[in-house]
């Protein structure tokens, strides 16, 4: 029981204390331990929690597969996926280049070289022309399998050349442009994270078409300004010009007023007197399309962005501070239990 | 353009599309895409946090290569362990110790963070379970003690500084620059949107009708929100494409092209044969 | 007339999947055929430039990548933008990740600027230290020593060994902090663990989601600037004066969004005409 849940307590506890206590105090071996050493843990038990996250996903799919519940092929995919991408991390290094360090006959080595960089033998018998007494060339993309490395030094070795194969170092390889872990990165990981993530452009799109309904002054308020921000924001809204959202703002008014009043001469008068003030005022400043700014939407948009947006942004980011800084409070004095299960 | 990267176009073209391929409805290309992008991220992530902590920094720290031969019975059996680490995995545990800078001697300390996170692999198995507490324990504590002070300097203290402006030496009204206007735009707003948090009171009366004006300004902000996260969505959406575009293109041999058309193909296939078992 | 209100009431409850055709073919087609509309920038992303510009020749910045595939688009483009603009004014760039995947975007980013476009040194002009997991706690350490959270780069070469390594022990001694960040940890933390108690000036581009969430530390001046989305990188790109993906990327993003606010339009007056006519009845 002790281990269970006094430790645990205990443990969350201290490191909360001595952590908080870190902030405001200047003693040399307290502060380089809360600083270094007890951030340099907290990194390395972040780490192994990733790992018990993998193994705990893992044992998921495997018990689906060996219970054969519905889905499992799929499940199986799953743990293919794994082993491959768990291989090219540990495994399989999948990162050996070729270095060429002398060569006799520059025009032979560059009939072996050539097919392995995609270019023609004059321009890569060049490119060896070219570099200096004492350089080495090496092949910019690695190989991923040894064997397929070798073959290339045994070629070029038999046209004159001295070439030699080289290991990434592990560890590096993960970093190594070309290599099999970054392939995979490329062309498995990056598609699917991505469009897994852009598929909600159309989810978006669809939820404003029929689930974005004007029902109080509150949802108006949403509405436009989402509104001003998504046109404000976009070179487009540049190309609007400032007179036709005043025409829009005198039919806005003109609903407004036919709502209050319920009659149709004041609207017509509203709407009628909007749009002549415009219209003067329009031919009398020669209709500049960024004048006046407060109707202008990339000025009326950075205008919302930087004020009223900020302003509720705000309250929200103090509110959730205070809210943190009392629940982060809480666990250190062992009030809140949540992380043992309580 | 070698073989390896048309490959891969192909590859990533297939997994892109399977995705997309949900828009029309749940099918096999959708879910093939789905697990294996589960599987190849859970080892992914493996991989990415192993090489760049573990490994260099409690590992490194750990075994560091000794200066010189190995002396003490101590240190005999401490790369020992490490030698038996070596036989299993010695992609992980290369010959001689591991040097990442850490200096030639082991970090005894670092056992601690070593032992906890063995602890937390072990309580994969249930009967375990309660052995990641103790690693959660000490993640949770340091994260509350960060967070407290942080959230409090940052969020609370730094925001009520930036309310509290001066209305001295601007103009009343700018669109784009400070101004009067604006400050006190940003004063009420953040006031009566904090008020609108504050529920020990009833919503009614004087106080009332302040909470509404925050919820005003709350409204209008959230109305940003939703607008940037459609820019967002759809930035994303153009990259995507963008991205199809590219292995549409000869150098990939239409790589797009093709597993789209395969892909409607193969739908279109599935859809009608389900229609006719349904009928039937 | 009663027809044509019986068609806006339909197609208000349209299947969805007419609308998402709608959506890839007016973000495909600007693609194809650009438009090439003119660039603005906001107040907050030239108040970045204003900040780099200051830098001088030898300048140290702490570039931190904290973004992944997922939202490549958006924060690629300004990370590649600002390394032009940092690289053209001869700052080094020193490049930390708090997401795994940051590590490959620095690694691209890096490959097009400082390779291929500025022939940079590596170990003299910019040094990629890498990813380390840990979320805050990286950032803590990096504010109290540095040489404790990397002892190697992401090549695995000794920071000893590197030139520009010389005399960098912790985030004081960067002069220009700038995170391109996605969500956690990035932007935030950056500000409350190392911009608020360090006192270095910081600028950041983040998502147009995270836009919000930031915003207050910008208005607040904890924040110098910050870049919003795929718009924010165009703009920065016109600013340095080097179009890129950003700016490509307008268009579509420009009538995406006239076809998305035509949407709520529509969506909502066949919302007043069901209501008018369920009154009705």
Known sequence: MFMKRQLPIAIAAIIGFITLFGWFVSEPNIKSFVDDDATQWFDILASFAIFLGALNLLKLQAMKVMKQQKGWPYAALAIAGFLFSFSAGFILLGSYNVEISQYNDPAKVATVLASEINLDEKSTENILMAMPEGDTYTIETPYFTKNGAEDVVEKINAAGGTANMRATEWGSHISTRGSLFNWMFRFIFTPLSATMFALLAFFVASASYRAFKIRNFEATLLLVSGIIIMLGRVPIGGNISAWFIMYIVVLSIGAGVN????????????????????????????????????????????????????????AIMIGIGLGIFATSIRYILGIEKSYIGE | MNGSEIFGAWVAVFLTLGIFSYLYKDNPFYKIAEHVFVGVSAGYWMSMFFWTQIQPNLFGRLWPTPDGAIAGFFMKIWYGIYNLFGFILPSVFPDGGIDKGHGNHPHFLYIIPFVLGIMMLLSVS?????????????????????????????????????????????????????????????????????????FSKEHKGNFGKVTRVGIYF??????????????????????????????????????????????????????????????? | MEKFLDFIVRAGSLDRRYIFVVIALVVLLPLFFPLGLPIRPTIASQKVYDVVEELNAGDKALVSFEYGPSTKPEIHPMAVALLRHLFEKDVKVYITCLWPDGQFMAM?????????QYNKVYGEDYVLLGFRPGNEAVIKGLVSNLRKVFTVDANGNFLDDIPMMTGINQVADFDYLFSASAGYPGTVEW?????????????????????????????????????????????????????????????????????IVAFIIFGNISFFVERRRSKKY
């Open chain 3, 191 to 259: 500000v409350q663990y190392a911009a608020d108690p360090v006192g270095i000036t910081m600028s950041t581009g983040t998502t147009s989601i995270q836009v919000n969430e930031v915003m207050p530390y910008v208005q607040s001046g904890q924040i110098k600037g910050i870049l919003g989305g795929m718009p924010g990188a165009a703009e920065y790109e016109s600013l340095i004066g080097q179009a890129g993906i950003g700016t490509s990327g307008m268009d579509a993003q420009s009538v995406a969004h006239v076809v």
């Open chain 2, 218 to 280: 709350l409204m209008i902000s959230f109305g940003a929100s939703f607008g940037f996260a459609v820019m967002g969505r759809i930035s994303l959406l153009i990259g995507r494409f963008t991205d199809l575009i590219t292995y549409g293109s000869s150098t990939y041999n239409y790589a797009s092209l093709w597993v789209l058309l395969l892909m409607i193909g193969l739908l279109a296939v599935w859809t009608f044969k389900g229609n006719k078992e349904v009928a039937s």
């Open chain 2, 126 to 198: 249930s009967k375990f379970s309660w052995m990641a507490r103790l690693g959660i324990a000490y993640t949770v504590g340091m994260a509350a003690g960060l967070r407290a002070y942080a959230f409090l300097n940052s969020n609370v203290l730094g925001q009520i500084k930036g309310t509290a402006v001066s209305f001295v030496d601007m103009p009343f009204f700018s669109l784009t620059g400070v101004s009067v206007f604006n400050n006190l735009i940003i004063l009420v707003g953040t006031i009566t949107g904090l008020l609108y948090f504050y």
């Open chain 1, 259 to 314: 709502t209050w009043f319920k009659n149709r001469t004041i609207t017509l008068a509203t709407v009628g007197g909007g749009i002549l003030l415009v219209t003067i005022a329009g031919f009398i400043t020669g209709w500049p399309i960024d004048q006046p700014g407060i109707f202008y939407l990339p000025v009326l948009q950075d205008w919302i962005y930087n004020n009223p947006n900020v302003a509720g942004a705000r």
């Open chain 3, 108 to 116: 691209e980013a890096l490959e097009q600027v400082a390779e291929d």
